[in-house]
């Protein structure tokens, strides 16, 4: 082995060290604070219903084509007013909660800090999977760890990377596949171009948005093999075993939806206009990426530009191989494509943007850090070394103040929670059956209650003081209910609003906060003081 074949393995190993320290360092601070949370504050509803999907392996032997929650009603396609005979719901394939599931039979526990942490985990990958990528393409350490610690301290990835929804963890689906099929672009390892093809398809149909970076690698490659840069039949394989898996679930997904209903939305919320865009950035343009952030990938594209005019010869494409820019821009062109599919959804939604386009800024990071050159002389790197430090601590303090804002507050779900923790044992005592099925008016979000009493039933849950609730409470008096539950704090200030039912309820016992009642086929209320009184 030549000496600089040496150096340069020993320089890999250091910077592997360091990026590993650096990762699992922003790991345990930004991640471990949340992780005996339960499903809380924003999105606490999706969250609530993936934690459900991972519990409701655990009841249904482990059946990962039969993903269900507690709800017999669902959301789509009859907004709550149907009910289904089972449970089971269509959802983007639940690989990464059905191994949450088979940990928690594992450690004999379903808390949530199983959840996280195997979430966690997932996103510390995917992480040094993105250090090995920018180190493959930057050919340095400092560049490669500089882009991780920008994308760990998005405040919105940093939100997510131990949280309850899949979007994380197909993040670090993806980067390992990009990861591996740069490395076969380089290397024309076959092996590698069927690894970044399982991974890019397993983050595919962990969210089916992900499908847009699999499809500019494939696109990328046709481009390649109409320029004999690659051979055309080892590709043939693992794309058609990538799309039989995704157009094969894609069928068994409808299948289910149709069959059992969904809680997960499955058709296009396309963008309504610029106005759309405008709202969202207002309210997330910082969750996205933090002011100092911003102000950071700003310099760096403009460094970038500025690097690559002055040293345009220097940068030839000498074997005149299409360069990596080129499947960038594809990507981000699709990307564009489901923003105008999706438009609509990232008003309320602001993890669409991590499902999308925070990976090709990230990657685009990689790219531009490509073009800038790293000082050569100690002084130069020892002020270089002191800016990152200074940017990282401010990007950090950033993301440390939105991650304290939102696990701040007592909010619904919290409140929920709290009112329903004990009650399984509290219906056991009252001699309720397991198989009791339960009507849940008002309570927020929707899966929680049935977990805690460990019972499935019917969900009216609390949409918005501006939400007309009367057709889904109409509806839900013809389920075929045993009982009704609900929080004493709404049958008090809210009784105007779900009249319809409360009117007819009958107490039959209290616990703490908690209300459980039979209803009465008349009117046996005029207000609270009626139902108190009973």
């Known amino acids: 082995m030549k000496s600089s074949d040496i150096k340069s393995k020993i320089l890999n190993n250091k910077g592997g060290i360091v990026a590993a320290l650096v990762i699992i360092g922003l790991g345990l601070l930004l991640g471990v604070r949340s992780i005996d949370r339960v499903p809380s504050s924003i999105h606490s509803w999706a969250q609530s219903d993936w934690y459900a999907i991972s519990l409701g392996f655990t009841h249904n032997g482990y059946d990962l084509f039969h993903p269900e929650t507690m709800i017999y009603n669902k959301q789509f396609p009859s907004m709550w007013k149907e009910a289904s005979n089972d449970t089971v719901t269509s959802a983007d394939f639940p690989i990464h909660g059905f191994i949450i599931a088979l940990l928690m039979g594992l450690f004999g526990t379903t808390a949530p800090w199983v959840y996280r942490l195997w979430t966690l985990l997932c996103s510390l990958t995917g992480m040094w999977f993105l250090y090995l990528l920018g180190r493959r393409v930057t050919r340095s350490n400092l560049k490669a760890i500089a882009v991780v610690a920008v994308a760990m301290l998005s405040p919105l ?134 002011l100092p952030q911003q102000i950071l990938i700003i310099a760096i594209t403009v460094a970038a530009t500025i690097f690559a005019i002055l040293n345009r010869k220097n940068h030839r494409n000498d074997n005149h191989s299409l360069p990596l820019w080129l499947l960038w821009a594809v990507w981000l062109f ?143 008096l013809q389920f075929p209910f045993d009982y009704v539950i609900t929080e004493e704090w709404y049958l008090k200030e809210r009784f105007d609003q779900y009249r319809v039912v409360f009117e007819r309820l009958k107490p039959v016992a209290s616990y703490g906060a908690l209300w459980l009642c039979t209803a009465a086929d008349t009117v046996v209320n005029s207000g609270p003081d009626d139902f108190f009184t009973q």
């Open 157 to 290: 990835y940093a939100y997510y990377f131990a949280n309850y929804l899949p979007s994380a963890p197909s993040v670090a689906c993806v980067l390992t596949g990009l990861w591996a099929y740069v490395k076969h672009r380089q290397e024309g390892n076959d092996r590698l171009w069927h690894l970044a093809m399982s991974m890019l398809t397993l983050g595919a149909l962990i969210r089916t948005s992900q499908a847009v970076v699999l499809v500019a690698v494939c696109g990328f490659e046709l481009l390649r093999i109409f320029r004999h840069e690659t051979s055309f039949w080892n590709k043939v394989p693992a794309v058609l075993l990538s799309a039989a898996a995704i157009g094969g679930y894609l069928l068994w997904n409808a299948h289910l939806r149709a069959e059992h209903g969904t809680l997960f939305l499955s058709e296009l919320l396309p963008l309504r206009g610029w106005d759309d865009i405008a709202t969202s950035w207002q309210r997330y343009s910082t969750v996205y990426f933090s």
């Open 334 to 476: 699709g990307e564009l494509l489901f923003l105008i599919a999706m438009g609509y959804q990232f008003i309320d939604h602001e993890y669409y943007f991590l499902d999308s386009f925070y990976l090709p800024v990230v990657v685009g990071l990689v790219l531009l850090a490509t073009r800038i050159p790293l000082p050569k002389r100690t002084g130069w790197q020892a002020v270089t070394l002191a800016c990152m430090l200074a940017a990282a601590w401010s990007m950090y303090h950033a993301t440390n103040l939105l991650l304290k804002e939102r696990s701040q507050g007592w909010d619904l779900a919290l409140i929920c929670h709290h009112n329903y923790e004990g009650s399984d044992q509290w219906l056991d005592e009252l001699g309720i059956s397991r198989d009791a099925r339960i009507l849940s008016v008002a309570s927020y979000p929707q899966n929680p209650p049935f977990l805690l009493m460990g019972r499935k039933g019917y969900t009216a849950q609390w949409m918005g003081d501006g939400y007309d609730m009367s057709p889904m409470l109409t509806s839900a």
